[in-house]
């Protein structure tokens, strides 16, 4: 299987830009994804990106992929309280199977 | 939008109980998925499906078992609960060729 690997916790403040960090280990990966949870609640597809793009923005969030280092990176603009949840790197090689991350639990300080 | 349910929110049950969590969505997907959620661990695919009365085995299958007779239900059997199996059970589905992941809100099962 494929090893994908995030930090724990993260704390930021309200109104700062956030960066959760995701290495992932095959380089065969074609689909890259970030989920997040909230409190009680499943896993919500924020957004995703193809192993043949850099860079995908949607409003206030950025995806960055460095295919070379296996990194992905989801940076949150402005963070807001409401962005505090848990948020999950998940990768695929295609196959019907998705790797995840453990998770980063995000913590806005109002 | 995709739509997966699962069953019950929260359950308790007894150790050495037989146990089924139910999931059901509704866009014609092939593919669903179990996962167990616990803090620090992420998920771990328990089960999958490709088709009716497919299933293969995922990266944590002892004392589960699965059943998918319908295309549109999952079903994660626990044989004879044990303590070791109080998690946060996410079911999953995904078409053929799309490949974005859906999830229902999850089934926190304690055993006690």
């Known amino acids: 299987g494929e090893d994908v690997e995030q930090s724990l916790f993260l704390s930021v403040r309200e109104g700062d830009s956030s960066v959760i960090n995701c290495t992932y280990t095959?380089?065969?990966?074609?689909?890259l994804y970030w989920y997040k949870q909230e409190p009680g609640a499943g896993l919500q597809l924020l957004t995703y990106?193809?192993?043949?793009?850099d860079m995908k923005q949607d409003q206030r969030l950025t995806v960055l992929l460095n295919k070379k280092d296996k990194h992905l990176s989801l940076r949150i603009a402005d963070t807001q309280t409401g962005d505090s949840a848990i948020y999950f790197c998940?990768?695929?090689?295609?196959?019907?199977?998705?790797?995840f991350g453990t998770g980063t639990r995000l913590t806005v300080i109002p | 939008d995709v739509k997966v349910t699962q069953s019950s929110r929260y359950l308790v049950k007894r150790t050495g109980e037989k146990v089924f969590l139910e999931c059901v969505q509704d866009?014609?997907?092939?593919?669903m998925f179990w996962y167990r959620q616990d803090p620090g661990l992420g998920l771990r695919l328990i089960y999958f499906?490709?088709?009716?009365?497919?299933?293969e085995k995922g990266d944590i299958p002892e004392g589960y078992s699965v059943s998918r007779e319908k295309k549109e239900r999952f079903s994660l059997i626990l044989e004879s609960a044990s303590t070791n199996q109080t998690s946060m059970y996410l079911c999953?589905?995904?078409?053929?060729?799309?490949?974005?992941?859906?999830f229902g809100s999850g089934t926190q099962l304690s055993v006690l």
């Open positions: 999953a589905s995904k078409g053929r060729v799309n490949e974005k992941l859906f």
């Open positions: 990106i193809f192993s043949n793009m």
């Open positions: 095959d380089s065969s990966s074609t689909y």
């Open positions: 998940a990768v695929t090689t295609g196959a019907n199977n998705l790797f």
């Open positions: 499906s490709y088709d009716v009365k497919m299933k």
């Open positions: 866009m014609d997907h092939e593919n």
